[in-house]
């Protein structure tokens, strides 16, 4: 059985098997959580984002999917980075912000990862609505099969945390 929690602080701080990146298309590092996890975690998760260009994902990572590599110095063994889709009012890309999840806790299983720390994935510079994402998120981890022990959703502020709480009820 799979507990969520809901922890509010910073997810580099986290130590669990797996640390969820919301990363863009490149790979190779930003701002927000992104660029946290590159900062923190140091130069060999930017040295494996580099080895996944130049070979399986050349013209990056499409949204909505997931990969894998090293968390570098972070308390994590694994990094999963998953690109968000940016919010649009005129099409509904909320299919593609559940596959974020869905596939990131897919990879997590193929790793035998147990723990696996989430962000709020696309409700910063991309624009998501807070309280949807946060449904988005809860709703599909809950639906999501998967050998986890553990599901954390770590949020940034008290206002991510509340949205969240309301979903996790």
């Known amino acids: 059985m799979t ?4 922890v509010e602080g910073d997810i580099t701080d986290q130590s669990v098997d797996a640390l969820v990146n919301a990363a863009n ?16 975690g140091g130069p ?4 494996a984002c ?5 070979s399986r994902y ?27 889709p940016v919010h649009s009012t005129t099409e ?19 790793l035998g990862a147990r723990t696996i ?4 994935i696309s409700t910063g510079i991309y624009g ?5 994402g946060a449904r988005i998120a809860v709703e599909t981890v809950r639906a999501t099969a998967t050998a986890a022990t553990e599901v954390r959703f770590v949020v940034f502020d008290d206002r991510a945390h509340e949205a969240f709480a309301a979903h996790l009820g």
Do not use: N, Q
């Open 50 to 54: 580099r080895a996944l260009r130049a």
């Open 58 to 84: 050349g013209k990056g990572l499409p949204t909505g999917r997931a990969v894998a590599t090293t968390a570098g110095l972070l308390d994590a063994h694994w990094v999963i980075h998953t690109v968000g």
């Open 92 to 110: 509904d890309r909320s299919a593609l912000l559940a596959s974020c999840y869905r596939t990131s806790l897919l990879v997590a299983d193929e």
């Open 25 to 40: 298309s490149s790979l190779l590092g930003g701002g927000g959580v992104d660029g946290a996890i590159h900062r923190r």
């Open 44 to 47: 060999e998760i930017l040295a």
């Open 3 to 6: 507990t969520l929690t809901l």
């Open 128 to 132: 998501w609505p807070l309280d949807d």
């Open 117 to 120: 720390a989430f962000p709020a």
